[in-house]
């Protein structure tokens, strides 16, 4: 009986092969996603097989053939919404990084500023006010407090050259901003201020929005910006 039998050693990848074949139910497993093609094939089928004296009504497969041609519709626009989408995640992430070591306008109460160099910041008032006070301060306490005057509602930008209060011209760093006035009720009113700062660094979120990182530390989102420069 041995004379029937193939040769048939551990180095035999044809044995080999079909063996994994067999043994592997995928391998010859039926397609079972049935695409448009089959089903037209089948309604093809159904109509030519039928019984003369008792014809099929086609309504239902056309139907389902309809909801499977807009299935398939769909499917490919979602794709294509997809690629779109993280094609313009991609964009927002290079327009982004763009943006490193320039310099941008936030909303907010920390500044950087650089030695010998002008701080233009913009102080932005809901209302009339007067005795208007803009108060530049570090770590240490007190820089400088500057007298504004009188604010009409909306912006203005004050500058601040960088001397404190006795003429010493301060270093670079992070300074804090405190603006206060007084109403025409004679309350005092804190006001909104507009800083400048730079990028460190820029961050992807999950969702695709982007975070810029700035000098001071402080977090901002990309939509936040109001200004940009170099």
Not at 5 to 33: C, V
Not at 67 to 72: F, K, N, P, R, T
Not at 105 to 125: I, K, P, R, Y
Not at 187 to 196: Q, Y
């Amino acid at each position: 009986m041995a004379d029937y039998l193939p040769d048939i050693t551990t180095g035999n990848k044809d044995y080999m092969a079909a063996m994994q074949q067999l043994s592997d139910p995928s391998s010859s497993a039926p397609n079972k996603q049935l695409g448009q093609a089959d089903f037209l094939m089948l309604l093809t089928t159904q109509m030519q097989n039928q019984d003369p004296s008792k014809p099929m009504d086609p309504t239902s497969f056309v139907t389902d053939l309809t909801q499977m041609s807009q299935l398939e519709s769909t499917n490919k626009m979602t794709e294509s919404i997809m690629a779109l989408t993280t094609g313009f995640q991609n964009m927002q992430t290079l327009q982004g990084a763009s943006l490193i070591g320039k310099s941008v306008q936030v909303n907010g109460e920390e500044f950087s500023h650089t030695q010998g160099q002008d701080s233009q910041l913009t102080l932005n008032a809901d209302q009339p006010l007067t005795d208007v006070k803009l108060v530049v301060s570090d770590s240490n306490g007190l820089v400088k407090e500057i007298d504004v005057g009188a604010l009409q509602e909306g912006e203005k930008i004050v500058s601040w050259d960088g001397l404190d209060n006795v003429g010493v011209e301060r270093g670079s760093g992070v300074y804090s901003l405190t603006a206060y006035g007084t109403d025409e009720n004679g309350d005092l009113k804190s006001i909104d201020t507009v800083v400048a700062s730079k990028v460190n660094s820029v961050g992807v979120n999950t969702d695709g929005s982007i975070t810029l990182t700035l000098a001071t530390g402080e977090k901002v989102a990309m939509d936040a910006v109001r200004e940009i420069s170099a």
